[in-house]
């Protein structure tokens, strides 16, 4: 049973233009949501991220947009450039006092930003 | 400024040997993890670990093995190699302070044939 699903396998975005990926979840109980981007040979490195309480955060030219009512979040890249072309992965926690991140990763959308 | 550092890189396993992929981490973290990621999917939880000498399982431990004996080291034991382990191997750690993200090393390729 996939709780975080990333339905789109790949995006293809011209060069300034805006990227949307992205993510839905089925598990209610999910409160704390992050996107990860990933280069090939390299483990994942950490994009941004958005707790339940919040509906949107922003960081530069990425914006994370939560909509709990539909249980699904989008990635925004705005404007997309040549080294944003990856991988790109949502995943989600439940998150507990003193106890540890145990992260539900979606398959990945292959972002390609193209000239 | 090394972060975590997973070794080997490649490795091809017979089936039925055994092997143990390290990881080490220099940012003193108190939480790692162990994933694995298949072709076209996502990451998943084999092992966790919140401190030294404490473990537990997360959703895909069988076939796995881990011990934390220090804060810096978290190997993963893979015994009695199956096709079905050929996957991507990923650590992590995180400091487990309030929504800190967690930090992943670079990956063991594993291939059991």
């Known amino acids: 049973d996939q709780q975080v699903k990333q339905n789109s396998p790949s995006l293809s975005v011209q060069e300034g233009r805006i990227s949307i990926l992205n993510c839905d979840y089925t598990?209610?109980?999910?409160?704390?949501f992050l996107w990860y981007k990933k280069y090939p040979a390299e483990g994942p490195t950490f994009l941004i991220s958005?707790?339940?309480?919040?509906d949107k955060n922003e960081d530069g030219r990425f914006t994370v947009f939560l909509n709990k009512s539909a249980k699904h979040l989008s990635l925004h890249i705005v404007p997309s450039q040549p080294g944003d072309s990856a991988v790109y992965f949502c995943?989600?926690?439940?998150?507990?006092?003193?106890?540890?991140?145990?992260?539900?990763f979606g398959t990945g959308t292959r972002l390609q930003v193209t000239l | 400024n090394a972060g975590v550092t997973q070794t080997p890189k490649f490795r091809i396993l017979k089936i039925g040997q055994s092997m143990t992929l390290q990881c080490t981490q220099d940012?003193?973290?108190?939480?790692m993890y162990w994933y694995r990621q298949d072709p076209g999917m996502g990451l998943k939880l084999i092992y966790y670990s919140v401190g030294a000498g404490i473990t537990d399982k997360g959703e895909v431990p069988n076939g796995y093995n881990v011990s934390r004996s220090t804060t810096e080291d978290f190997p993963l034991r893979l015994e009695l190699a199956a096709p079905s382990q050929t996957s991507v191997y990923f650590c992590a750690s995180s400091s487990g302070q309030g929504h800190q993200p967690q930090h992943f090393g670079d990956g063991t390729r594993l291939s059991i044939l």
């Open positions: 995943a989600a926690s439940v998150e507990g006092a003193g106890t540890a991140s145990k992260l539900t």
């Open positions: 598990n209610s109980m999910f409160d704390y």
């Open positions: 940012m003193n973290h108190n939480y």
């Open positions: 958005i707790s339940s309480i919040k």
